[in-house]
């Protein structure tokens, strides 16, 4: 195993570390290809500040690895199965609904926020989480500011979408601050993989995604014909027809109208409607 003495640690660089933590604690030294392949294997012992501090280092370390020729397959696997907290086979397969939030103007939180951000992307997470494990969903991927999760039965996931919504508007942020998302669902049968979905119906959902605003939820007709009856209070209002970027014809988007739910959004962020 690679070691550092005290006074050799002390003269290395921040960028020689995956990881700094906000006291200036230095760990995962990545300086040699010794270092880089010791990091990997004690990757998943270090405790993190947050889920974006162990990002930044799972990124800085995969970096590492890169530039000294190591091909952590085996790491990355295990690292995206235990951020999902399920097997790829665990998953359900054929039929399925797609659900995508992505929190709006992150950019402009992080500057307001500084150092108070990273507990605020915990807590929509954990919020996220919480709704798509109450309706029997699963989470496929977490990076960044989008949380991506699957569901068996469309109405589950309408119900997620719902419940993520109402939790975030009724929330109290720092500084008075609103944390919202954009939620994008679609349906279709997408193919299960090492790394979770590939195909079309995960491209149409992060497309119907970014189309929206925060607070707001669309679904494809896809997911409308997967829905059997609507409870009482929950509307679909047809948007028309639209193209979304990169995507071959048009799609037919739908709002969903609820009880507790923000209604009235500008034009959708679409590449033109037909």
């Not at 108070?116 to 807590?123: E, F, G, S, T, W």
Request: charged share 25%.
């Amino acid at each position: 195993m690679a070691t550092l003495d005290a006074k050799k640690r002390a003269s290395l660089p921040n960028s020689a570390f995956a990881y700094v933590d906000s006291k200036g604690n230095r760990r995962l030294p990545i300086h040699d290809e010794a270092h880089v392949r010791n990091a990997l294997s004690r990757f998943n012992q270090v405790k993190f500040e947050s889920e974006e501090a162990r990002e930044r280092a799972f990124r800085r370390l995969l970096k590492a690895a890169t530039d000294y020729g190591i091909a952590p397959i085996g790491f990355v696997t295990r690292q995206l199965r235990e951020a999902r907290g399920a097997d790829p086979s665990d998953l359900p397969s054929g039929p399925v609904t797609l659900l995508l939030t992505d929190i709006e103007g992150s950019t402009q939180l992080v500057q307001h926020l500084g150092e108070k951000y990273p507990p605020v992307l915990d807590r929509v997470r954990a919020m996220i989480r919480d709704a798509v494990g109450g309706h029997h969903g699963y989470e496929v991927d977490s990076r960044a500011d989008e949380f991506f999760a699957v569901f068996a039965d469309a109405g589950d996931g309408l119900a997620a979408a719902i419940e993520i919504q109402r939790t975030l508007q009724d929330a109290k942020w720092p500084g008075g601050h609103r944390v919202q998302v954009r939620i994008g669902i679609n349906s279709g049968s997408p193919a299960v993989t090492d790394t979770g979905y590939v195909g079309l119906p995960v491209n149409v959902m992060a497309r119907v995604c970014n189309a929206g605003h925060g607070g707001q939820i669309l679904l494809t007709n896809a997911t409308r014909e997967e829905l059997g009856r609507l409870e009482q209070g929950i509307e679909l209002e047809s948007l028309g027809a639209f193209r979304l970027q990169g995507l071959p014809g048009s799609e037919a988007l739908f709002q969903v109208r609820a009880t507790g739910l923000t209604e009235a959004f500008p034009p959708l962020r679409v590449v033109d409607p037909t």
